[in-house]
């Protein structure tokens, strides 16, 4: 799985973003945008899609950079949708 994570370091509650496929000029990007702990009742989480890549994304940065939560967070929507992907494939 392709993944690119952005951090604007806090200047939005969605501070970081996650595009699970590569992303081409003039293309959409499935993304998942996240607050540093999503399942917090204060946390945030929101699935969509990226039309165009700019500085209010912030700076690229490793997956391993992320808080421990936040990397577990997305390690869980990733199974999900690998889960719901072999459902519909049997069906």
Known sequence: MFLKVYDN?????????I???DWHFGKSCDALTISENPQSP?????????????????????FNKLPEIT???????????????????KV
Request: glycine share 8%.
């Open 19 to 21: 595009l699970f496929e």
């Open 71 to 89: 990397k577990d967070f997305v390690i869980d929507v990733i199974a999900e949708d690998e889960t719901k992907q072999q459902l519909k494939d």
């Open 42 to 62: 204060q946390g945030v989480y929101s699935r969509g899609e990226v039309y165009q890549l700019n500085d209010s994304l912030g700076k690229e940065i490793d």
């Open 9 to 17: 370091k806090g200047k939005t509650i969605d501070r970081y973003t």
